[in-house]
């Protein structure tokens, strides 16, 4: 796994809440905006950490190893979470002074749902959760695929619009999930967090649609929603992207409102 760690320049005596960023469908940890979280995050008791999901077609900075993402599944990517939690609860609790019960996971669109599903599995690796434009379902992904076609042919392809690559999806991503459609049921996993969850999402979302958002959202009675009535599936941000002072003034409503939530002392829950 690809990993990025930020670290405050000046560290107190306390161990450190460290906060996770969690790439969607088409996304790599040096997309658009996710390489210049660190500088709104990283404060002097927080970590910043930013993650490829080791299947997520990325070597370097952009999709180089399509065979890899033609093999990706849910199950792999929740493997992955579960062991960077399990690294930082051990070996960067002792090399980094990272705090092991204190970690908090952002997840942008499958991102989000896929925060969903290790914190239902894996509550003891998660303090709270945010969701940026998550889906309600990971079906949704692949429902303009002909399921036949796909499973006699094995293979089929996705336009990445930004790069027009043709990216493989091989059927054993689809196998996955409807081998453990109950346990990667988002609604129902929602229905069972005991974390504290915020859910943000665009109203102009035309990826995602915002119904979405309320569906999670209904789906957890503890859940806190944040809509942002301008924004759309990346909140107004391209690939490439130089700095935050580039992204619009709704881009913040999103940030504040995370930062604020995670700052936030934790209250049990009802």
């Not at 996971?105 to 896929?114: K, L």
């Not at 709270?128 to 042919?153: C, G, M």
């Amino acid at each position: 796994m690809a990993v990025d760690l930020f670290l405050p320049e000046l560290e107190g005596s306390q161990k450190l809440t460290v906060n996770i960023y969690s790439h969607g469908f088409k996304g790599f940890k040096d997309w658009g905006f996710v390489p210049h979280l660190h500088e709104f995050f990283v404060s002097e008791d927080c970590a910043f950490i930013t993650y490829n999901y080791t299947h997520n077609g990325v070597r370097m900075l952009d999709f180089d190893e399509l065979y890899k993402f033609a093999e990706n599944t849910i199950t792999q990517e929740i493997r992955d979470m579960e062991s960077l939690a399990f690294w930082i609860a051990n070996e960067g609790s002792e090399l980094y002074n990272l705090h092991p019960e204190k970690l908090n996971w952002i997840g942008h669109s499958r991102g989000g749902a896929n925060t969903i599903i290790f914190a239902d599995l894996f509550p003891q690796y998660c303090q709270k959760i945010v969701t940026w434009s998550a889906i309600n379902n990971y079906s949704s992904l692949f429902v303009n695929l002909d399921k036949e076609i796909w499973k006699t042919s094995n293979t089929l392809f996705i336009k990445n619009s930004r790069t027009n690559q043709e990216m493989p999806l091989n059927y054993s991503i689809w196998e996955d999930y409807i081998n453990n459609e109950t346990k990667y049921n988002l609604e129902l996993a929602a229905s069972r967090l005991t974390v504290p969850w915020l859910i943000v999402h665009g109203k102009l979302d035309e990826v995602v649609p915002f119904e979405h958002a309320l569906s999670l959202y209904n789906a957890c009675n503890h859940s806190v929603l944040i809509t942002v009535d301008e924004a759309n599936h990346t909140f107004g941000n391209k690939h490439p992207m130089l700095n935050l002072g580039l992204a619009p003034e709704y881009f913040w409503i999103m940030m504040d409102n995370t930062r604020d939530f995670l700052d936030e002392e934790i209250e049990e829950l009802s």
